[in-house]
């Protein structure tokens, strides 16, 4: 196969630090107005997050039916983060189904606290069940520190930091600090274009893993006289 930049060990990694940095330059660089628009619920970005989600989705759907795994979990993922792109985690219960109040306020009804439970409950099984099954194939990643191992650990810190950008205005507040318009505008130009970037590096990183499955070692491990088949 001809070398690509994305076979590089930190291309991955690299590239979410990229798209921070890129994120927040055009926060605290572009027109207010212009990115209140772009960055509006429903508007150009999130409209393409969604579309880039369930590309990302469908890519690993289609892998993992081909080679089982990991790929699924990547499918998985992919989908349910377009759901919540979609606000469907709130479009049937009165607050989130991973909003504690939903299950804290007396006022919610029981039917919807249960069946918010137990959706949860049967997301959490199959993420964990797919991981599961792909324990060998993470575990030669790991020893093989390959460039999508190294991939999908950036890809999970990088959510990781998005999340907490967005939430750092609110937990501020709470302790009497207000963020500038400026600050405020940049914290959620991150998170906004951060979560339309995740999919694309998620691809990248599907692509990675693709290339390197093809190498004898992976298809000796999914050998199944050998009992170490990961689908």
């Known amino acids: 196969m001809t070398p690509s930049p994305l076979d590089r060990p930190m291309s991955v990694p690299l590239l979410c630090l990229a798209v921070l940095v890129g994120a927040a330059?055009?926060?605290?660089?572009?027109?207010?107005?212009?990115?209140?628009?772009?960055?509006?619920?429903?508007?150009?970005?999130?409209?393409?997050?969604?579309?880039?989600?369930?590309?990302?989705?469908?890519?690993?759907?289609?892998?993992?039916?081909?080679?089982?795994?990991?790929?699924?979990?990547?499918?998985?993922?992919?989908?349910?983060?377009?759901?919540?792109e979609l606000d469907v985690h709130r479009a049937f219960t009165t607050f989130g189904v991973f909003s504690t109040r939903l299950y804290a306020r007396p006022d919610v009804p029981l039917f919807e606290k249960l069946g918010a439970a137990l959706a949860i409950f049967a997301i959490v099984a199959l993420l964990a069940g797919l991981l599961w099954r792909s324990r060998s194939e993470l575990r030669l990643m790991a020893a093989e520190r390959s460039p999508a191992f190294r991939g999908l650990v950036a890809v999970a810190v990088f959510t990781v930091a998005l999340k907490e950008i967005d939430g750092l205005p609110r937990m501020l507040a709470r302790v009497g600090v207000i963020l500038s318009e400026r600050a405020d505008t940049v914290s959620h130009a991150i998170e906004e274009l951060g979560e339309m970037a995740l999919p694309v590096l998620v691809l990248a990183v599907i692509r990675q893993h693709a290339r390197a499955t093809s190498a004898s070692v992976y298809d000796i491990l999914r050998d199944p006289n050998l009992g170490l088949a990961s689908r």
């Open 25 to 84: 330059a055009f926060g605290l660089l572009a027109n207010p107005h212009f990115t209140d628009r772009l960055l509006a619920e429903g508007g150009p970005v999130e409209t393409a997050s969604v579309a880039l989600h369930l590309l990302a989705a469908s890519v690993a759907f289609v892998m993992w039916r081909k080679r089982g795994a990991l790929f699924g979990f990547l499918a998985l993922a992919e989908l349910l983060m377009a759901m919540r």
